[in-house]
T-cell receptor, first 114, second 110 residues
Framework: GAGVSQSPSNKVTEKGKDVELRCDPI?????LYWYRQSLGQGLEFLIY????????KSGLPSDRFSAERTGGSVSTLTIQRTQQEDSAVYLC????????????FGSGTRLTVV | QKEVEQNSGPLSVPEGAIASLNCTYS??????FFWYRQYSGKSPELIMS????GDKEDGRFTAQLNKASQYVSLLIRDSQPSDSATYLC??????????FGQGTILTVHP
């Protein structure tokens, strides 16, 4: 597609429920990244996929967080047993290669855990 | 020490002035550097990239890089109210994963 597409744009969930966030990167981009941004904070790295390589999961805050990327394209970030501190904007980005050209971000998913 | 640090804001400048945004980084092996602009409630947008020491100009924006001092800056000339946003410095310290600073909020007042 023309840009990075994320869905849903907003998600309100009850504490303890599981949520899935979706990212569709720019066509042909081999690298895909997930970050989250809490209110008034900077971007916190979560996970990075590059082609068929094993993902870099070093930023995932707990084992409640997981992500997969199917067919080298669409990615899903799953948060199990959501907690109020998970409330944030979850941003997906993609890049053509190693990130040396910078990233293109999607519009984000605003997650609110009540 | 944070990997990427930006000058504390918020920064307020009058319309038409030069806004100067600064960033330092800790990893000497970093090779690529970026400035993103983020309007309130929106996602970050890439506005400048720089890879070599010196200045890079694009319209009203100039990025400056000094690898010896581990310093990156962004100058915005003839600042406009539409430039009011949070500016994020990002550094690629290792293969493919950008590290972002906390951002500097810029306000340009008429």
């Amino acid at each position: 597609g023309a840009g990075v597409s994320q869905s849903p744009s907003n998600k309100v969930t009850e504490k303890g429920k599981d949520v899935e966030l979706r990212c569709d990167p720019i066509s042909g981009h081999t690298a895909l990244y997930w970050y989250r941004q809490s209110l008034g904070q900077g971007l916190e790295f979560l996970i990075y996929f590059q082609g068929n390589s094993a993902p870099d999961k070093s930023g995932l805050p707990s084992d409640r967080f997981s992500a997969e990327r199917t067919g080298g394209s669409v990615s899903t970030l799953t948060i199990q047993r959501t907690q109020q501190e998970d409330s944030a904007v979850y941003l997906c980005a993609s890049s053509p290669g190693t990130g040396d050209d910078g990233y293109t971000f999607g519009s984000g998913t605003r997650l609110t855990v009540v | 020490q944070k990997e990427v640090e930006q000058n504390s804001g918020p920064l307020s400048v009058p319309e038409g002035a030069i806004a100067s945004l600064n960033c330092t980084y800790s990893d000497r092996g970093s090779q690529s550097f970026f400035w993103y602009r983020q309007y309130s409630g929106k996602s970050p947008e890439l506005i400048m990239s720089i890879y070599s020491n010196g200045d890079k100009e694009d319209g009203r924006f100039t990025a400056q890089l000094n690898k010896a001092s581990q310093y990156v800056s962004l100058l915005i000339r003839d600042s406009q109210p539409s430039d009011s946003a949070t500016y994020l410095c990002a550094v690629n310290p290792s293969y493919g994963k950008l590290t972002f600073g906390q951002g500097t909020i810029l306000t340009v007042h008429p």
